[in-house]
């Protein structure tokens, strides 16, 4: 079906043309007829040539042919005798009308073929030219919904339906297996009104419509993107008036970018096994890192208990006392892991929320040191802050169990009865007001290239000291109020880790 | 009374080590770091060391490694859950035995016996070492390649009396199906563990033990032939 517009242009075309032939007939009519009787028959003939390649030049064949047949009717009536007359009395007259008929008929043709050979070419180098800019859009490397997006708005540019709208399967869309329902990933153009929506969405077993609607007006064209013998998904334009041209190439084109579309979708695929893959392998670090966490106070339970169980050895009051209050420490310490497990869990599942309240630096510390009662013994703790230091705006569930974790590292890493520091100055400015919270220890410390490290979540060393959740735990928490923890650099001996949280400005200097 | 070296990073593990094995009769040194431990065993001269594979400092095979280049004495290496290569790795270089936190000292307990006694047979009967071979009721016969249980004799192929051979002069020594294989079948053997499932199949046959409580299967790494078949519990009444 040409499109209305296609052929109103033809029809414009052969009017003009024949109108102009027709124009140029008079003219020349009115030039030669008063010469008539001196101009040899061959003249008229030949000058009557002219408005037919007019005619058919520009208004194609069948203008061609009407200036013809008014030519051969202008030539017979008036240039051959008897003048006003379709009667002709010579014989070599009669030659002469018939060597101009054939003339002008094979004129014609050959002219018509010309001129639809060269409109051929040059709709075949737009064709190329067009298709070559819908594909460009296809090359690139773009993400799946950039790709849709562009190549609805492409074929709106090209072809100027109403809209134009790509449907991809339901599945698809969600987890990259194949379903039933449609469901428009990309639009371009107007707004699809309510039912057009769901005609094109119907779902199974509902009729869906895809021909004329209603009433017969140019309607709809739907391609369907095939790749590998595979339906990618349905390309659909509202009220477009084709050219039969434009359909080889909107088919073409829907070629390429069901192509394109496959590919993108592939690569999403191959992101998503990826990133399975990676949350596959951390959990297989985070199940060993937790087991090891948990195994190790475990293990120093079970050879205590299983000391105080057995008879026959020789275990004085001391040593017994020893073993319990061993056992009730690693008690505490499990407690502990069993926090900072849950915590991570809150972490990992986004359900952090911060609840901020004013508190005092030495409160603080005093929830934390209760919270690690047994772990951290409160005469290894000091205690060293300004006394103008301001009030700290903070969630004091989450930074005491920041400064929890770090105190009970300091306290399980350095030699027993070695003081543990808590420093803490104001920083920031006074529209911005931090306070900067240090923990210092004089254990072994941390190596300058383990310094980043400690921080991630399930980090293992070798099995060794530092591993494990707390201080993963501590910088997530710290993280959540803005602020920020790091270890000292250039602490020599024992470890400081650092962090920084919000206070309160002006206010504090008041009180 | 036995002198033994506990080297772990994790306190309170020490701790209750320490306290328990004391109470026991035994004489325990500890080290927290592996080149405390290494130091450790060349100045306390223990009878048995046990050994945490995850230290701070150095990693724990390369500590089992370094102590074998200069002392014989039993380690046991303290691994965690699941952690099979590992445990492999420590007794192809070296280790005697492994156990697997959480642990009972009872359990410990047996272990370090049956390494210590084997340990010192090893030793003890150094001189003719060479010549006879006894672990517990067997006695193997190196010159005359003929072995007796009970002083009954028991008739062996070659190959079933290396074997038996390899594994009574490591009696008490966990020996890993490669070790077994590069020792006895030849260093161009080292993945064909099932010859020696078969091998030993055969062996406990003419040894009638077929529970084997004399060569015991431990699942998934090796074989230990031990002196006694009675079990640690038992003993220590």
């Known amino acids: 079906m040409p499109s209305l517009q296609a052929f109103n242009g033809t029809y414009r075309r052969a009017a003009v043309g024949t109108s102009a032939a027709l124009a140029a007939q008079g003219v020349l009519l009115a030039v030669l007829l008063p010469f008539r009787s001196h101009l040899s028959i061959a003249t008229p003939a030949l000058v009557f040539l002219v408005p037919v390649i007019i005619g058919v030049v520009v208004g194609g064949f069948w203008a061609g042919a009407v200036a013809a047949v008014v030519g051969f009717l202008f030539f017979d009536i008036f240039f051959l005798p008897p003048y006003g007359t379709l009667t002709v009395h010579a014989p070599a007259n009669w030659l002469a009308l018939l060597v101009y008929l054939i003339v002008v008929l094979v004129v014609t043709r050959v002219v018509t073929q ?22 460009q859009a296809l090359i690139g490397d773009i993400g799946i919904s950039e790709l ?7 074929v709106q540019t090209a072809f100027s339906p109403r809209w134009t709208a790509l449907l991809l399967p339901a599945a698809a869309l969600a987890a990259g297996g194949a379903g039933p329902d449609l469901r428009v990933a990309a639009r371009a153009g107007q707004e699809l009104t309510a039912d057009e929506l769901t005609s094109l969405t119907a779902g199974g077993g509902q009729i869906r419509s895809l021909g004329r609607d209603r009433g017969g007006s140019p309607s709809r064209v739907a391609v369907a993107l095939v790749a590998s013998n595979r339906p990618v998904g349905l390309l659909v334009l509202q009220e477009v008036q084709f050219a039969r041209q434009d359909r080889a190439l909107l088919g073409t084109f829907a070629n390429q970018a069901a192509l394109a579309v496959e590919r993108a979708q592939l690569q999403e695929q191959v992101l998503r096994t990826r990133l399975l893959e990676e949350i596959d392998r951390w959990r297989g670090a985070m199940m060993g890192a937790v087991s090891h966490d948990l195994r190790t106070p475990l293990a120093s339970v079970k050879a205590a208990v299983s000391s105080l169980r057995q008879d026959g050895t020789a275990l004085s009051d001391v040593d017994r006392a020893d ?19 849950l915590d991570m869990t809150r972490i990992e599942s986004g359900a952090l929320a911060v609840r901020p309240t004013l508190m005092p630096l030495d409160e603080l510390v005093d929830e934390s040191l209760a919270a690690v009662s047994g772990l951290v013994p409160r005469d290894r703790v000091h205690l060293d802050a300004a006394s103008d230091l301001p009030l700290l705006e903070i969630d004091h569930v989450l930074v005491g169990q920041v400064l929890a974790n770090l105190l009970e590292n300091a306290a399980r890493l350095s030699p027993d009865g070695s003081p543990i520091r808590i420093r803490a100055r104001s920083i920031g400015t006074p529209a911005v007001p931090f306070v900067e919270i240090s923990v210092a220890d004089e254990g072994p410390g941390i190596a ?20 494990g959740l707390g201080l993963a735990i501590a910088k997530a928490f710290v993280e959540a109020h803005g602020g920020t923890i790091w270890i000292d650099p250039a602490v020599t001996r024992g470890a400081r880790v650092v962090f920084t949280v919000p206070a309160l400005g002006n206010v504090a200097q008041h009180a | 009374m036995t002198k033994v070296l506990v080297v772990d990073d994790d306190a309170a593990l020490v701790k209750a080590l320490r306290i328990g094995l004391t109470a026991r009769g035994d004489e325990v040194a500890t080290a927290q770091s592996g080149t405390d431990g290494i130091a450790q065993v060349a100045l306390f001269r223990p009878d048995l060391v046990i050994l945490d594979l995850g230290l701070p400092d150095l ?32 007794l192809d270089g070296g280790a005697d035995d492994f156990i697997t936190k959480p642990f009972g000292m009872a359990e410990l307990e047996a272990r ?6 084997h340990s010192a047979a090893r030793t003890g009967n150094g001189t003719e070492a060479s010549a006879t071979l006894r672990v517990g009721d067997l006695e193997i016969d190196m010159v005359h390649h003929m072995a007796t249980r009970n002083g009954l004799a028991i008739a062996l192929t070659s190959r079933e009396f290396e074997l038996l051979a390899y594994l009574a002069r490591y009696a008490g020594k966990v020996c890993t199906h490669h070790m077994i294989l590069k020792d006895v079948w030849g260093p161009g053997y ?4 099932n010859y020696v499932r078969v091998y030993t199949h055969r062996l406990r046959k003419k040894l009638h033990d077929d529970e084997g409580r004399l060569l015991r299967t431990v699942p998934g790494i090796g074989y230990q032939l031990v002196a006694d078949a009675a079990t640690p519990q038992q003993e220590t009444q």
Do not use: W
Not at chain 1, 114 to 135: I, P, T, V, W
Not at chain 1, 326 to 341: C, H, K, M
């Open chain 1, 323 to 341: 073993l319990l209050e061993l056992i009730e420490l690693q008690s505490d310490r499990l407690a502990r892991l069993v926090t900072n497990l």
């Open chain 1, 448 to 467: 300058a290239e383990e310094r980043e490290r400690v921080f991630e979540m399930f980090s293992q060393n070798g099995g060794g000291a530092r591993s």
């Open chain 1, 148 to 154: 849709l997006d562009h190549i609805v708005t492409t």
């Open chain 2, 112 to 117: 370090l016996r049956v390494a210590v006694r």
């Open chain 2, 59 to 90: 990693d724990g095979l390369e500590v089992c490694r370094r102590i074998r280049e200069f002392s014989d004495v039993p380690v046991i290496v303290l691994s965690a859950y699941g952690d099979e290569r590992r445990k492999v790795e420590a």
């Open chain 1, 114 to 135: 010309l001129h639809a050979a060269r409109d051929e070419a040059r709709r075949r180098e737009q064709d190329a030219g067009r298709l070559f800019e819908l594909s």
């Open chain 2, 190 to 193: 080292g993945a064909e563990s």
